[in-house]
């Protein structure tokens, strides 16, 4: 297990030497947002809660590295096969994800994701979920950014939970797995963990639920690396 030390360090500098104007979260969302839409640099930039100069920088880099191209018709930057295969990547582990219009902490914009591996592929077998305790998604999230997280399960009896067998979800959120089943229709294989972030903005919610989420996986951030 990669200590939080390094694991913050990593998030924060990357492989870029010294600490960057953008942080691999800002890199990994706008990826997968350019991989939804293709996007300007001004969009890109309101999306991620980021400078101008920041975005720059992502997007040089981005190109530099062959992740993105930008298109003759003006429809903005695109993936580039590389940038695709990064985002297939994440996707094989975090198949769904999108805002939760469900006010769980007051005053607070909440984000999910579902964590999976059933939607693997066999070219991405080797990567299986770890164990995490719920107090460690929390310090990964709360490190970047979030200010307060709610992960959640399938029970032995297909209800929607928490990973703790002695607390019960109803007695907390009475609506919440009603909301996620009959509003979201989302169906949950067994084994998947649904993560939901909530910070003071959307963007940042967003972003903490991507980079603490790859690290629910041996192997995903190694990968992530090598196409980086």
């Not at 890109?44 to 003759?72: P, R």
């Not at 939901?196 to 639920?209: C, G, M, P, W």
């Amino acid at each position: 297990m990669i200590p939080l030390s390094e694991i913050v360090h990593w998030l924060k500098t990357g492989k870029r030497g010294a600490r960057a104007e953008f942080t691999d979260s800002d890199l990994l969302t706008a990826l997968i947002l350019i991989n939804e839409e293709p996007m300007g640099r001004y969009k890109l930039q309101s999306m991620l809660g980021l400078t101008d100069s920041s975005t720059k920088s992502l997007l040089n880099y981005c190109k530099k590295k062959n992740l993105l191209e930008i298109s003759s018709t003006r429809m903005g930057h695109f993936l580039t096969s590389s940038g695709k295969n990064l985002v297939n990547l994440v996707y094989s582990k975090i198949p769904i994800h999108d805002i939760l219009n469900y006010q769980i902490f007051p005053n607070l914009n909440h984000y999910f994701l579902l964590i999976s591996d059933n939607f693997s592929n066999t070219a991405h077998h080797n990567i299986r979920r770890v164990e995490l305790p719920s107090w460690k998604f929390r310090d990964l999230s709360i490190a970047y950014g979030a200010e307060a997280i709610l992960l959640l399960t399938i029970d032995e009896k297909e209800k929607l939970n928490f990973p703790e067998k002695e607390m019960n979800l109803a007695e907390y959120f009475p609506k919440l797995e009603d909301y996620f089943f009959r509003e979201i229709k989302l169906l949950i294989p067994s084994n998947s963990l649904i993560l939901i972030t909530a910070a003071k903005t959307i963007e940042v919610a967003r972003k903490s639920a991507f980079i603490t989420a790859i690290y629910a996986f041996d192997g995903l951030i190694d990968q992530i690396h090598s196409l980086l």
